[in-house]
């Protein structure tokens, strides 16, 4: 079993608005991450939590707030967003940081209007 | 940043045809990866790569990683309107592990 999980599917919300996604894997896997996809570009990295300690912040604004609650779950809190962050946010997960393999979930359609 | 050029960008070809798509870089890789992504949904993993030299077949598809590990391809024999999608190659790098990305190519096949 190789899935990732991401809810919600779609998210609209208003630049005052504060909603969060979350992530789930039961693969036992250690390191999760939080990529952002425009439409018709690669992902791009934003955090990396390894042994659920973030290891790895892409000088992301602070709008966006990741936290790992335990090594299965993810979450991204998103607080006074910008419509230029309307994209796709993809959640993967690794076994560890040092092997390479990363299985990605099916994304958050996220507006922001 | 290692940087990874993917070529070509957009490729549309009929039904039982093949197609190849490059993955170039002139840093090396420990691994490379091929997803398939379709619109609105997250990359799919096709392959990992690890080895330089190495060939790997899944079905229809063949992924080559170059003796250097510093380039790869992906080749499809016979494709089929199911193939149609975006492939990405991601490419690890050796020290920190995180990956870089290829630009995509948007594959059409028409049946």
């Known amino acids: 079993d190789t899935e990732v999980t991401q809810t919600p599917k779609h998210l609209v919300m208003g630049m005052t608005n504060k909603k969060s996604l979350k992530c789930e894997q039961h693969?036992?896997?250690?390191?999760m991450y939080w990529y952002k996809q425009k439409a018709k570009k690669p992902p791009e990295l934003m955090f990396v939590y390894s042994y659920e300690k973030l290891s790895i912040n892409e000088s992301v604004p602070s709008r966006f707030s990741p936290e790992c609650p335990n090594s299965s779950l993810l979450n991204l809190h998103l607080h006074a967003l910008q419509p230029e962050d309307s994209a796709l946010y993809l959640c993967a997960s690794s076994q560890g940081t040092n092997t390479d393999t990363q299985y990605f979930g099916p994304g958050t359609r996220l507006t922001v209007l | 940043t290692q940087l990874l050029e993917q070529s070509p960008q957009f490729l549309s070809i009929q039904e039982g045809e093949n197609l190849t798509v490059y993955c170039n870089s002139s840093?090396?890789?420990?691994?490379l990866q091929w997803y398939r992504q379709e619109p609105g949904e997250g990359p799919v993993l096709l392959v990992t790569?690890?080895?330089?030299?190495e060939v790997k077949k899944l079905k229809r598809l063949t992924f080559q990683f170059g003796d250097a590990r510093k380039d790869s391809s992906l080749h499809i024999t016979a494709a089929q309107p199911g193939d149609t999608g975006l492939y990405l190659c991601?490419?690890?790098?050796?020290?920190?592990?995180?990956?870089?990305f290829g630009a995509g190519t948007t594959v059409t096949v028409r049946a």
């Open positions: 693969m036992g896997h250690r390191a």
């Open positions: 790569v690890v080895t330089g030299g």
């Open positions: 840093s090396v890789f420990s691994s």
């Open positions: 991601a490419g690890a790098h050796p020290i920190d592990y995180k990956l870089s």
